[in-house]
């Protein structure tokens, strides 16, 4: 089992900015690949951002990019969140797959997840 803590959401305006951690406590989040999910009320859950244990390939949904940037280290794996908007609002969860060599952007790839951090913009 590899649990892991997200942290670092909050409320925020329109155009701010967030950085999102997430870590496994008591381990290192290597040799999995990351990825961050979020889900909005009324939803379902969205892939965002995913980067790869070999050799931090990443891959993002449309629209984040350019304003969205994954990032790890050995503990813990980063989305830093710029020109946040309204729409952006939901829980954002991180989750570890040790399969693939690439980043997945399908849920059930998937075998550990966080419980989530909620960030909210408001417009």
């Known amino acids: 089992q590899v649990q892991l803590v997200e942290s670092g959401g909050g409320l925020v305006q329109a155009g701010d900015s967030l950085r999102l951690s997430c870590a496994a406590p008591?381990?290192?989040?290597?040799?999995?690949?990351m990825g961050w999910f979020r889900q909005a009320p009324g939803k379902e859950r969205e892939f965002v951002s995913g980067?790869?244990?070999?050799?931090?390939s990443t891959l993002y949904t449309d629209s984040v990019k350019g304003r969205f940037t994954i990032s790890r280290d050995k503990n813990q794996v980063y989305l830093q969140m710029n020109s946040l908007k309204p729409e952006d609002t939901a829980v954002y969860s991180c989750?570890?797959?040790?399969?693939?060599?690439?980043?997945?952007?399908?849920?059930?790839?998937?075998?550990?997840w966080g419980r989530g951090t909620q960030v909210t913009v408001s417009s």
């Open positions: 008591g381990r290192s989040i290597d040799p999995y690949n």
């Open positions: 989750a570890a797959d040790l399969g693939g060599r690439y980043p997945s952007p399908y849920p059930g790839d998937y075998q550990y």
């Open positions: 980067i790869s244990w070999s050799d931090s």
